[in-house]
């Protein structure tokens, strides 16, 4: 892991404004600035950087984060790839934790097999355009097919000399590892000797979302060639197949502003159609679908368009993983290309915009088209159709999200008219089938399910519109106070106290679930209090850098970006107008007073039910006594408070 005091350094450099405008072109706007989000298409900027609060928000697709997090999302890298991008971007040397010894000879291996990636990524290319063979083989070859130059180059693709063993002795010559060069599937020894194991095939390499070599897949020229069509690197410590999906590298940008993801099966495939200009596209190399995949593609967009061969083979390969993409919560569309044609012919066959127009004309709804599937396979046969009901209904129960019931109805209506079924029997199915699924689940992973279930029971539910409002207006005041310790926490309250022991005062320990319902905010102020206490500064930058990716992004959305004053504003009042910052004690007793009022009005509704259950006399003068005291101090609160400040 890397150290405290790395990140610290890191942390001190970083300058939000010349990171993002590095990536995006920005325009002063008052504090703030503006461009057009490189995340989402626009035309009107609506992409606004805080160097102050150091957070960018778009208000039109609403993404928003810090430095970190920008690099993130852009890059698609993890939190630790972020962190080593900025450190070499600010010349920071990364220290790392100890670590056991278990995990440091996996890091070393992953190490080695990087290295060793990257010197047979620079083996093949150099040999695919620099010697005789490479030339008169395999770049004839490639340009045979189509493929541009500029294109070949930009993916990295290379040629291993047809001889047997000239990689095996440069990388000998190199002094790797024998060890690691077999691990990595370039080499291979047989009868003592070390032999390429692609020797004579074009080499495709598979990068990662941040660029490194994986590994490789290796393709035979010759159509004579008896040999497996495709090799590929086997499985080790950074090269796991399942969860790699090729092409995303080059593709992740493309597909953030298209909000879709189209998905092949090979690697020229994916080579053709970005030649074309069709970039938004990755492989799945042939295989099932795995959920790491799926997921793979959700980091990107909620849509997935999967692209294969109209022949049954591919209709079979298309079909598999459809059940894991709706449980992943992905909208799937399926195109088939016609005429046994592949992607890579067809986009080369048509031209690149009849393919386009090609695949927006065809989209097919994957669940409606695997029914059509079922009932062409059935014909007229009736325990064939009772089954295909009990599939299409555990195929629609996959989607189980709350946020998806409507897509879920809307599949329920479509598919009982298909079927010339009652729509309320389809229904009932698929409900039971996802009570089925839930209580596997509970049984499977009873502990998960306790943590879920407790979860769920903090979130409030209102029956009513004026509930939902009161709901509503409570977590907003303590986002309030929440804003206000974060912001002035550390500012001067009075004598030598500060805004944060005042506000710790007011809210004591024992009470805190009274004063702050919302979890997540409750983990903010606590983990505030501890730093505080701790003789720690928790200032905005510790939450808004922290590698605890809920927390970071609850506080950046706690932080408002376009709060500046408007220039016609100052124009028409003169004088000084009063900022936050000034104004912060009133901001703070405001939402405090608030968070007291809603206390005592529980401590009221509570009293007024233990009176009414009241045995004697005595007992419901006593509750009467303290009703008299609670509303007392509900009136006084209520005068004080004013208009609560709701930001």
């Known amino acids: 892991m890397i150290t405290q005091e790395t990140i610290q350094q890191i942390l001190s450099r970083i300058d939000i404004y010349e990171i993002v405008g590095s990536f995006v072109k920005l325009k ?16 009107s900027p609506s992409f606004t950087v805080s160097p102050t609060k150091e957070i960018y928000k778009c208000f039109g697709c609403g993404k928003s984060g810090n430095a970190i997090g920008f690099i993130m999302e852009l890059e698609k890298y993890s939190y630790v790839e972020a962190l080593k991008w900025l450190a070499n971007k600010y010349g920071v040397t990364i220290e790392e934790t100890e670590t056991s010894p278990e995990v440091k000879l996996i890091q070393q291996a992953a190490d080695s097999l990087y290295i060793i990636n990257n010197f047979a990524r620079d083996f093949f290319a150099n040999a695919l355009f620099e010697s005789e063979e490479g030339n008169d083989v395999a770049l004839s070859y490639l340009k045979q097919r189509g493929f541009r130059e500029d294109v070949i180059r930009k993916f990295q693709l290379g040629y291993d000399p047809a001889s047997g063993n000239q990689f095996a002795q440069a990388a000998t010559a190199a002094q790797y590892s024998p060890e690691y060069l077999q691990k990595s599937g370039l080499v291979v020894v047989r009868d003592g000797r ?42 080790n410590e950074i090269y796991v197949k399942s969860k790699i ?11 953030d502003k298209a909000d879709e993801c189209l998905l092949v099966e090979g690697y020229t495939d994916v080579v053709s159609l970005h030649q074309a200009g069709v970039e938004n596209v990755v492989a799945s190399g042939g295989t099932s679908l795995t959920p790491d995949q799926l997921r793979l593609v959700k980091k990107y967009t909620n849509n997935l368009t999967i692209i294969y061969d109209g022949d049954s083979a591919g209709v079979k390969a298309a079909l598999r993983g459809l059940d894991l993409a709706l449980e992943e919560g992905l909208n799937v569309k399926l195109v088939l290309i016609p005429d046994k044609e592949d992607p890579d012919s067809y986009v080369n066959k048509v031209g690149a915009s009849a393919f386009i127009e090609f695949v927006k004309e065809q989209k097919k709804d994957f669940v409606l088209f695997q029914l059509g599937i079922a009932l062409q396979d059935a014909g007229n046969d009736s325990n064939k159709k009772s089954q295909i009901v009990n599939q299409v209904a555990e195929t629609i129960s996959k989607i189980n999200k709350t946020e998806e019931f409507t897509r879920r109805q809307d599949y329920i209506k479509q598919v009982s008219e298909i079927l010339k079924i009652e729509e309320a029997g389809l229904n009932a199915l698929v409900n039971k089938f996802i009570r089925d699924k839930v209580t596997k689940d509970e049984t499977r992973s009873f502990r998960n399910e306790q943590a879920a279930a407790e979860d769920a029971d903090t ?6 519109g004026d509930a939902e409002l009161l709901f509503q207006r409570d977590e907003l005041n303590e986002r309030a106070m929440l804003r206000s310790l974060l912001e002035f926490g550390l500012m001067k309250w009075e004598n030598a106290k500060t805004v944060a022991e005042y506000i710790f005062e007011q809210v004591p320990e024992d009470d805190l679930d009274t004063f702050i319902c919302n979890p997540a905010l409750r983990d903010i102020f606590t983990r505030y209090k501890t730093w505080y206490r701790e003789g720690l500064e928790p200032t905005i930058k510790n939450f808004l850098y922290n590698e605890d990716r809920e927390m970071n992004s609850l506080v950046i959305n706690l932080m408002e970006v376009n709060t500046e004053i408007s220039p016609n504003w100052k124009q028409k009042f003169e004088g000084h107008i009063p900022t936050r910052e000034e104004l912060f004690k009133e901001e703070v007793i405001s939402t405090l007073k608030y968070l007291q009022l809603r206390k005592i009005k529980k401590l009221i509704d509570e009293n007024q039910r233990e009176m009414e259950q009241a045995g004697s006399s005595e007992d419901q003068m006593n509750f009467l006594a303290l009703h008299q005291m609670l509303k007392t101090m509900e009136i006084d609160l209520t005068k004080g408070l004013g208009t609560v400040i709701f930001k």
Do not use: W
């Open 28 to 43: 002063k706007r008052g504090a703030n600035y503006l461009g057009l989000c490189p995340f989402h298409n626009e035309k």
């Open 194 to 235: 070390a032999m390429d194991n692609y020797r004579g095939r074009i080499i495709f390499p598979v990068h990662n979302q941040s660029g490194k070599v994986l590994g490789f897949g290796a393709r035979v020229i010759k159509t004579n060639d008896k040999s497996p069509k495709y090799i590929n690197t086997p499985e």
């Open 245 to 255: 999906l090729y092409g995303s590298y080059f593709a992740r940008t493309a597909i």
């Open 459 to 464: 979130t409030v539910v209102p029956e009513t």
